[in-house]
């Protein structure tokens, strides 16, 4: 059996009979007028953050959701985009989609502005979504893609990239860990089913984004998510996993690398009223600027220019 029979296996199990708290999930549900959860799809909320940020859903936008889990994030989705067809969620296990049609089915009758038929069940996987190049303005994973092993991982990245209309987002909630799994617990496919094993570091992580072609990455979110004892996974020590919310564009490569926000600033503190550093950067005189972190690096090198660290959250509005 291959760590994805494993998984495909651990997930029919728990489409079920859920099972509550399985990622230890630490953010707050999503809260919206009129927005009812059903319990089962509350309980079978199998993520590590979330990817409904409702300042990347403007326009009802047509997306296309990785691994449905209970369809939490679907009937999420669909408060934003409430049409027929505008939700597509695909999932290659069956017990799994069947759950989440039940789950959607309950949400109808409990919210009068969702229809079920407002969510597309496919059978599908991430390594061969069932959807035509450039048709979807928004792609979605929570707590999926880091099951993966890095060679499986970059072809989930490229169906993502693939499926994205240009300028389009693929938003994601990961594990990541904050030194490298080491082999013994990324060889346990139970463990890797459970989101504990998989894990890149965040270098990696973006690594792969950047290499998949994404030109522009922004951290939404990063936070502690689960601690590996260093007695129960024996270990030389205990090993922390975060979990990372990040928004990526499909935008081109600027000739001298990504742009990744992380939170940021640059604060122009000279004798002048501003600061132009002639290549698109504009700064006020005390005033702190959104910049990614490859004009920090460069901002940083002038004397009259204060860079501030990584919050670790971005919303927008910044250098690029």
Not at 55 to 82: D, M, N
Not at 109 to 126: I, P, S, Y
Not at 141 to 148: A, E, S, T
Request: proline content about 6%; some cysteine; glycine content about 10%.
């Amino acid at each position: 059996m291959t760590y994805l029979d494993a998984t495909a296996q651990f997930y029919a199990d728990v489409a079920t009979t859920p099972e509550v708290g399985l990622c230890c999930v630490q953010s707050s549900p999503l809260i919206m007028p009129g927005l009812v959860i059903p319990d089962r799809m509350q309980a079978m909320n199998y993520g590590c953050g979330t990817t409904v940020h409702p300042a990347e859903l403007a326009g009802e936008p047509a997306i296309a959701y990785v691994g449905v889990g209970g369809g939490l994030e679907a009937l999420q989705f669909s408060y934003f985009s409430r049409r027929r067809g505008a939700v597509v969620a695909i999932d290659p296990v069956d017990e799994m989609r069947q759950a989440a049609a039940e789950n959607l089915a309950e949400a109808a009758t409990l919210n009068d502005w969702f229809e079920a038929d407002f969510v597309t069940l496919l059978a599908g996987d991430a390594f061969a979504l069932p959807l035509p190049d450039a048709s979807v303005d928004v792609v979605a994973q929570n707590c999926l893609f880091n099951i993966f092993e890095p060679a499986d991982l970059m072809r989930a990245l490229g169906e993502a990239y693939r499926v994205l209309k240009p300028g389009g987002r693929l938003i994601m909630s990961d594990p990541i860990a904050t030194r490298p799994i080491p082999l013994h617990l990324q060889q346990d496919d139970r463990l890797r089913a459970l989101c504990l094993s998989g894990a890149l570091t965040y270098d990696d992580y973006m690594q792969h984004l950047i290499g998949t072609g994404f030109g522009q990455i922004e951290v939404r979110a990063r936070r502690p998510y689960r601690l590996l004892d260093a007695a129960q996974y024996n270990l030389d020590q205990h090993l922390l996993l975060e979990s990372l919310d990040t928004v990526s564009f499909k935008i081109a490569i600027a000739p001298d690398g990504a742009c990744i926000f992380t939170g940021k600033t640059a604060v122009y503190a000279g004798a002048g009223a501003s600061f132009d550093d002639k290549a698109g950067h504009y700064l006020l005189k005390g005033v702190p600027t959104a910049v990614c972190d490859k004009t920090a690096k460069h901002l940083g090198t002038h004397p009259d220019v204060l860079v501030t660290g990584s919050t670790w959250h971005y919303d927008g509005g910044g250098c690029c």
